[in-house]
Every structure is written in C-alpha cells, then in structure tokens.
C-alpha cells in the first residue's frame, strides 16, 4: 500500500477516528506514565501533509483512548458530536471517569458541552469508560459504553446506555452486566469484562467484547431493558480474550478480534468470522491470523495481535500491532483472503516502556484514505485498498466504487435493492450534473461540494413521484412533524426510526392510506421526500415494512 503521509506524535497514542475531513487521535496511558494529552485534532485536507490544529478533553490523570464523532440531529442539537471514553491512569486516583462530551461542528473551534461520569474517584469506582460507540435511532441518540469491572467494582452493570439527544445533558438510560443480569461466571483462569461495545446499524442490538466470555448480542430495542440474545462460544475454560467486534455482511456474520499481548498456547491473538443467521449463539465460519500470529513466531520486540477491526463492504482492515494493518477480502466469509498489508517503521516510545516496533492501535476508512494510529509515532495516511465490488447475476450489474460504502452503510441490499445500472453522470432535479447510480429503490448521488459522509445522497424520489400534500392535524398516537404537517406512527415509524430515519428517508409528506400499487394490489402506504413505505402484512417482520422500487420506476421513465 503506497504512504501518503505521516505525522509524528510522540507517544501513547491510541484510537483513531475520522470525519468530515479531520481524524480524531486518542491519548493511552499507564499508572507509570499518563500523558493527558486528549483527543488531537488534525486536518486532512492535504493527506500528504496532515496538519494538528488543536486538542480536546486533556484531562490531568486520566486517558482518552476511545473517540467517536457523529453528525446528530434532535430537537436538541444540531451538529457534529465528539464523544471520548475518559479513564483514570490509576483506578484508585481522584481523576475523573467516563465520558466527555464536544461539538466539533468547527473542529478548530471545539465547544465543550458536558462530562457523564460512569461511577466514582477513587478505590471504590471502576477506571472509566474503555470503549464506546456513538449512534442515533430516530429522533435520540445514543451511547453504548463499556466500563470494564463495573459490576465486580461498582455493583453495577459493565454495559452502559447513555442518552446524549440533549448532549449537555447526558443521561444514563440502561445497564446490563454478564453475572447479574445473565448468570455467568467465569471458570478457573477466565476473566469476564467488558471491553467494548458496538451496535447494529439500526441501533437495536448491540455487540459487547466481553473478554473470556466471548462477544455477547444484546437486544438494545428498549434501552432501558437490554435482553441477551446469544454470545460467541469458547471451549470451556478458554482464555478467549474477546478485544472488539463488527458487522459485515448485510448483518449476518459478525468479526471479532482476539488480542494476545503474549503468546496463548501456540498462537498470538488472530481474527474470527461468525455467522449470525440462525439467531441464539453465532457459529464460527471462518477464522484469519498473520503468519506471526498464527506461528506464534516474534520477529522483533512488539506484539504480534490482531486489536480492532472496520470493515467496508466485503473488506476489513485489522490492526495488529507490530504486523502493522491488515486489509482481508471477505466476500467469502469462510475463506478470508488478504489482500494487502503495510507496516510502519519501527519507531522508540518517547517513555521507553512500549517496544521499539511498528504499534498500530487504530485502524479507519475515511472515504479514499486509510488512517492508522501507532502507540509510538503517530499518524499514518495510506490508499484505502478495497476487495472487488460485488457484481450481481440478478441484474447483471456491479455496484460502483464510488458509493460501494454508501449502499452498505445504508443497509445494502435489504434498503437499496440490487443496482440497475452503472456509474452515470446524469442531470438532475436542480439543472446540474452529478455521477448517480440507480437501484431498485433508490438513486445514490454524488455530492461533491459536501464534506464526506454527506456527499453522498439519496435522491427525493418521494417528492417526485408523490408532490406533498396539504398538512393535516396531529393525531395523538403519533409523532407530529411541524416541518411538513405529517404524522408518523405505528410500524412505519419504528422502521423510520431504526433505518436511519431523517437523514436517509427525509421527512413525511403524506399521511397513511391506503393505495393500488404495481403489483395491482392494495397496501396501506406512506411517502416521505426520499421514499415509499409500503406495509406488506404477508410477510414476518421486519420485512413486513419495505420500500417502494423507486429506483425502477423513476430510471424506467428517463
């Protein structure tokens, strides 16, 4: 993979995320050593040249090692939201822990908006807020937090849900713990926490790397009442050590990391790919492990494990530590195949307690970029590598490179429908010209003049094929939208609120009714400025709400 640039920051650096042209540096530390340096903000807008413009929550004692940012939209905020995981270097210390809250709408002009504490200072509080991960479903955001040893520390769960719709005011809404709330314990020389917590696009089950006991689902629908759905299995006994997890594969196969600081048995930590469809506990399907990992070989003083995961579309990049990052092609997820690789130059940690040795942390995909963080030295900017886009027989086309990580994140195949046609550049609605790509419901168009997630559009087909009606009075069992005078309730807005809700299918411009469509028969309807909701009673849900094929109809009358 050719380097595009680098910046050096010196020591403990940890995970990485990126946004709307700037990536977003954690800070690790240690009881020996806890540099606070917070959350570096750095701007990509020349890759060759990444530019440090500032840092966030540098908090005396304490870590930032977890960062998310997410543009939220609630009734009230509007913007873009930082959240980062806060823990005390040393448990038993007066720092504080738990999660730190920042408007980043102007990233060189940070507003810090307020502190959620996960428990107390001292010996009597568990460190803080490990890793999280930030999400909004519907109208609220959201959270997911793990505290590691909350629940044999504190008495309470391990697994927070925190409520971050006002986020100046965050409120804790749930809590979930593997003891009490599942009845599990771990065997002689296991150790049950957990380590990070991540949730389905929908926002209603979420994933917890909980150590030895595997990654545990959680159905998350009520916030307030997470309910175990299964988890991963290891041999009884095993020392599993469970590190982070993804989704992949419209959903239906999980990936996990392991991570080994030394040699287990005859391996170093390595990757495991799980199959979700049968529901309970998932089957592991597929497993990949670098040369090193699986041979339990050490070619230099660092740490041969695989740490975290991203995965777009049918490609996942794996960080792993002194193997540098990983890129696998996993279209086959019971054969992944890598399919790049790169390594940093060994470099020295400033405190001389890490090992003089490529230490990659974090791993992100931001659009064309590859961004990597390295314990020791920093910031690395790579070419993204990707697998092949997929093709379907169905249709006879491919998905196109420019919105292959749009039409995943937007729900693949289940919300889009298969393309129908290629990449095209195509004068639209506004008289000027844009690249688009049809699918059998939507049309995905590329928005140059946007800042990345939000170049890429959904086209107003709602509004085209059904102009908005007249307003109509709020019904009491329902959500009213002021903006267009349209209610939304029932089935049409728990798929509304758990599919992306404002962003992806804009607002209600109709009420429900009842309406002949296509196929010649009768269903009860709803438009919105992007889309159709069709309530399909024949069929189990979810798949009882689906959309109407926009994408043919519009791309049919050309």
């Known amino acids: 993979m050719p380097l595009l640039g680098s910046l050096y920051l010196p020591g403990f650096n940890a995970d990485i995320w990126a946004h709307g042209g700037f990536a977003y540096i954690g800070t690790w530390g240690s009881p020996t050593r806890c540099p ?33 940012v997410l543009r939220v939209e609630t009734a009230a905020f509007s913007g873009d939201l930082l959240v980062t995981g806060i823990q005390a270097c040393t448990q038993g210390s007066d720092a504080p822990r738990g999660l730190d809250l920042w408007d980043v709408s102007d990233p060189r002009e940070p507003r ?22 930030l999400f909004q479903r519907g109208d609220r955001a959201y959270v997911a937090a793990a505290v590691p040893f909350s629940e044999s520390i504190q008495g309470e769960g391990d697994f927070r849900i925190v409520d971050v719709t006002d986020p100046r005011n965050p409120v804790q809404v749930g809590a979930w713990g593997a003891t009490a709330d599942a009845g599990l314990r771990p065997a002689p020389g296991q150790t049950f926490y957990a380590h990070s917590a991540w949730t389905d696009r929908a926002g209603t089950r979420a994933v917890l790397s909980y150590w030895d006991a595997g990654a545990i689902l959680l159905d998350i629908g009520d916030p307030t009442k997470p309910a175990l759905l299964g988890r991963t299995p290891y041999p009884p006994g095993a020392d599993g050590d469970t590190h982070s997890a993804w989704f992949a594969q419209g959903e239906t196969v999980l990936l996990t990391t392991d991570e080994e600081l030394r040699v287990q048995g005859d391996s170093w930590g390595f990757s495991r790919l799980w199959d979700l469809r049968g529901g309970g506990d998932p089957v592991e399907i597929g497993r990949f492990g670098t040369p090193d990992a699986l041979a339990a070989t050490r070619r230099g003083p660092g740490v041969y494990s695989a740490h975290n995961p991203v995965v777009r579309g049918n490609t996942a990049y794996l960080s792993w530590f002194a193997d540098g990052v990983r890129v696998l092609d996993i279209a086959d997820p019971r054969a992944p195949r890598e399919i790049a690789h790169y390594v940093p130059p060994a470099t020295a940690d400033p ?16 659009g064309d970029l590859l961004l990597l963080s390295d314990i020791n030295a920093g910031l690395y900017v790579l070419e993204a590598p990707r697998a092949a886009p997929p093709c379907f027989p169905e249709t006879g086309h491919c998905l196109g490179e420019r919105f292959y990580d749009a039409w995943h994140a937007g729900g693949g195949l289940p919300l889009n429908g298969y393309p129908i046609g290629p990449e095209m550049v195509e004068t639209l609605e506004d008289g000027r010209q844009y690249t688009v790509q049809y699918f059998e419901r939507t049309r995905l168009e590329h928005h140059p003049e946007n800042r990345p997630p939000h170049d890429i559009q959904l086209g107003q087909f709602g509004r085209r094929i059904h102009p908005a009606d007249p307003p109509a009075a709020p019904l009491a069992s329902a959500t009213y939208v002021p903006e267009t005078g349209h209610n939304l309730g029932g089935r049409f807005r728990d798929y ?24 010649g028969r009768v269903y009860r309807v709803q438009y919105f400025e992007r889309a159709r909701f069709e309530h399909h009673p024949e069929n189990e849900p979810p798949y009882d709400v689906l959309l109407g094929q926009f994408g043919r109809r519009i791309l049919a009358g050309r």
């Open 36 to 68: 606070a340096t917070g959350v570096r903000v750095i701007d990509l807008a020349d890759p060759r040249q990444p530019v440090p413009v500032g840092a966030l929550a540098t908090i005396r004692g304490a870590s930032q090692e977890d960062v998310e």
């Open 112 to 133: 810090h908006l307020a502190f959620w504490s996960s428990g107390p200072a001292g010996p009597g509080g568990a460190r803080g807020v490990h890793e999280l991960h």
């Open 351 to 366: 405190y001389g307690e890490e090992p003089t040795d490529a230490n990659v942390w974090g791993v992100f995909v931001a």
């Open 496 to 519: 509304w609120q758990q599919h992306g809700g404002l962003a992806r299918f804009g607002f209600p411009i109709s009420e429900e009714f009842e309406e002949r469509l296509e196929d």
